[in-house]
């Protein structure tokens, strides 16, 4: 294994978040490492969104620090989706299936999964590329998770108490 390919495979598994951005603009992807590549499933309903990500396509994938937040490392992936049923899909899902929070369904995943969602294995090319120089900042891509309307103008009130006079 090459000291660059190393690099990938360490910063990528100890990342909880990847940017990927395939044709589209970059979006943040829960994944996990296995076997030689970043597994990630989404586009179906209650998953991430996949925009952008086509079997045979290539994505860049930023990888991200979890303790501090910043940029580790980018590389270019080949994106490759899995088959559902196969053994390489089996294998991908048992392992994304540990590490899938809050999902509504357990044990059935597996099975939402294979009828309603893709499996891509992002393959790690050769080399690493270019952190980009200065930040990346940019509006918030539209989303269906949106937070709720604003607090009421009491709650604070009601939440830490009036100060009372001595």
């Known amino acids: 294994m090459t000291e660059e390919l190393f690099l990938v495979e360490e910063a990528t598994k100890k990342s909880g978040l990847v940017w990927v951005r395939g044709t589209g603009p970059a979006r943040a992807l829960w994944h996990v490492w296995h076997d030689g590549a970043a597994h990630v499933v989404g586009d179906g309903p209650g998953?991430?969104?996949?925009?952008?990500?086509?079997?045979?396509?290539?994505?860049?994938?930023?990888?991200?620090?979890?303790?501090?937040?910043?940029?580790?490392?980018?590389?270019?992936?080949?994106?490759?989706?899995?088959?559902?049923?196969?053994?390489?899909?089996?294998?991908?899902?048992?392992?994304?299936?540990?590490?899938?929070?809050?999902?509504?369904?357990?044990?059935?995943?597996?099975?939402?999964?294979?009828?309603?969602?893709?499996?891509?294995?992002?393959?790690?090319?050769?080399?690493?590329?270019?952190?980009?120089?200065?930040?990346?900042?940019?509006?918030?891509l539209p989303s269906p998770a949106t937070t709720r309307d604003p607090a009421p103008p009491a709650l604070p009130r009601l939440l830490f108490g009036r100060k009372r006079k001595r």
Do not use: Y
């Open 47 to 140: 998953e991430q969104p996949l925009p952008g990500l086509a079997d045979g396509s290539t994505a860049e994938v930023t990888v991200r620090s979890k303790d501090k937040g910043g940029r580790i490392v980018s590389w270019t992936a080949a994106v490759r989706e899995l088959a559902p049923g196969g053994e390489e899909w089996a294998a991908a899902v048992a392992e994304l299936k540990g590490k899938r929070l809050n999902a509504p369904d357990g044990e059935a995943m597996p099975e939402r999964w294979a009828r309603e969602c893709r499996v891509l294995r992002l393959d790690p090319r050769a080399a690493t590329t270019d952190l980009p120089d200065g930040s990346l900042a940019a509006v918030p």
